[in-house]
């Protein structure tokens, strides 16, 4: 993380926060439940993320019309520009750390972290 920190700082995000924005760019709104599984981090420490980035504007959550206990959350324009505003920086962190690291290794590493996750509580 220490390549990513400092664009964090500049910003005051958390990592948790990082990843929530970033899921919610790259996939659109989803339902709340599925965010800790997408951003792979567990529900109790998820829990108070989208409401501090409800409270800065950055996301939005609402109710499902049909059902009350669904909650949908998204972004807002304001975490839309927030995203675009630091993505720039975030890809060339990743490219540093690819540059650093090698293909070879970096296929390897997200295959393990792939085979990680579907390991069953």
Aim: net charge neutral.
């Amino acid at each position: 993380m220490a390549f990513f920190r400092p664009s964090l700082n500049e910003h005051d995000l958390t990592e948790q926060q990082w990843r929530v924005i970033r899921i919610l760019s790259q996939q659109g709104e989803l339902e709340s439940h599925q965010l800790p599984q997408q951003a792979c981090i567990l529900k109790p420490s998820l829990t108070g993320v989208p409401t501090r980035l409800e409270r800065d504007g950055v996301v939005l959550r609402q109710k499902s019309q049909q059902d009350q206990r669904r909650v949908f959350v998204s972004l807002t324009e304001r975490g839309q520009a927030l995203f675009a505003a630091m993505s720039g920086d975030m890809e060339r962190n990743y490219q540093k750390i690819h540059a650093q690291f090698g293909q070879e290794k970096m296929d390897q590493l997200i295959g393990l972290l792939n085979d990680l996750k579907k390991i069953e509580p």
